[in-house]
């Protein structure tokens, strides 16, 4: 099977931009959630989406935002973009059963905002 | 409420044994643990659920104590493959959001 596939890997935007990410979830896989990495603040959590619908949201602004499509694939939007939006972005599925929600990371978006 | 993981990094030789522990404030329903090597993705390694149930690679060993809200990963007769940090996520209710540990920093020297 395939793995979690994310576009772009890298990317390099402008304070005041916005930037759009893209997820492609394994075959089969109908929960995909985003998570925020950086250095100083770990890994946090973003939002999860399950069959087109957000399922759990984090403790970002509204500034974050996603969705999901029927196929299953996810984009999330970073509106107005702030040095500290600066991060790598990871996806990660999973089959979406809430009581084993082991979860697949993707390879991650490298934003570097400027 | 980020779970606090220690300890926060540590050092082996090879064939020595390391215990990474994860606690918790508040009451858990289920532990997820994660190895990421520097450039790489986090990686499944296990999950343990309130109750005893648990799912994960057959050579990874990991308790959930309940009355204590902690889980333990334990890595043992460790390989230079073991090197890699390693996370701590939990969940306090069925399907809930992930919210993850600080990060265990492992290496594993020659």
Not at chain 1, 21 to 48: A, D, K, M, N
Request: with cysteine; charged share 20%; aromatic share 12%.
């Amino acid at each position: 099977k395939a793995g979690v596939t994310q576009t772009p890997r890298y990317l390099i935007k402008t304070r005041g931009q916005q930037v759009t990410l893209s997820c492609s979830p394994i075959s089969g896989h109908r929960s995909v959630s985003w998570y925020q990495q950086t250095p100083g603040q770990g890994l946090q959590f973003l939002f999860e989406y399950f069959s087109e619908t957000q399922r759990n949201k984090g403790n970002f602004p509204g500034r974050f935002s996603g969705r999901q499509f029927s196929n299953s694939r996810s984009e999330m939007n970073v509106s107005t973009l702030e040095l500290g939006d600066s991060a790598l972005y990871l996806c990660a599925s999973s089959a979406g059963d809430r009581r084993w929600t082991e979860e697949y990371f993707g390879p991650g978006t490298r934003l570097t905002v400027t | 409420q980020q779970p606090v993981q220690s300890p926060q990094a540590v050092i082996l030789r090879e064939g020595e044994d390391a215990v990474i522990n994860c606690s918790s404030s508040k009451a858990l329903y289920s532990v997820h643990w994660y190895r990421q090597k520097h450039g790489e993705a986090p990686v499944f390694l296990m999950i343990l659920l309130k109750g005893g149930e648990q799912k994960g690679h057959e050579k990874i060993s990991a308790s959930f104590n309940e009355k204590k809200q902690q889980s333990s990963l334990y890595l043992t007769a460790s390989q230079l493959s073991y090197s890699g940090t390693y996370f701590c996520g939990t969940a306090y209710n069925q399907g809930g959001k992930l919210i993850f540990g600080q990060g265990t920093e492992l290496s594993v020297k020659p």
